[in-house]
Nanobody, 126 residues
Framework: QVQLVEAGGGLVQVGDSLRLSCVASGRTFSTSDMGWFRQAPGKEREFVAA????????SYSDSVKGRFTISRDNAKNTVYLQMNSLKPEDTAVYYC???????????????????WGQGTQVTVSS
């Protein structure tokens, strides 16, 4: 099992940037694909971005492509989500998740991830 702790959320203005981090404990982080999801009030949790265990491949939802960047540092057991040009519709609780059994392609469905953090709130004010 991978235990995940997110940090970096907050209240920002439209157009601002934030960097979320997710620190993992456990030996399987470096072999796990990692994902970021978000959930706005009254909405389903949705895929945001994912990165392979090696960091060589990434995937993004259309709504964040070109604005958000996912990266990881396996030496620090940390995955990041750099969020630029933030919009009010980016307001949500952001969760990181671990796929401990990578399938060779990045999963965009929630049920592809076994471990989840507690989430960090991002609020973008207009």
């Amino acid at each position: 099992q991978v235990q995940l702790v997110e940090a970096g959320g907050g209240l920002v203005q439209v157009g601002d940037s934030l960097r979320l981090s997710c620190v993992a404990s456990g030996r399987t982080f470096s072999t796990s694909d990692m994902g970021w999801f978000r959930q706005a009030p009254g909405k389903e949790r949705e895929f945001v971005a994912a990165i392979t265990w090696s960091g060589r491949s990434t995937s993004y939802s259309d709504s964040v492509k070109g604005r958000f960047t996912i990266s990881r540092d396996n030496a620090k057991n940390t995955v990041y989500l750099q969020m630029n040009s933030l919009k009010p519709e980016d307001t949500a609780v952001y969760y990181c998740a671990a796929d401990r059994n990578p399938a060779g392609w990045l999963r965009v469905q929630r049920d592809g991830y076994e471990d989840w953090g507690q989430g960090t709130q991002v609020t973008v004010s207009s």
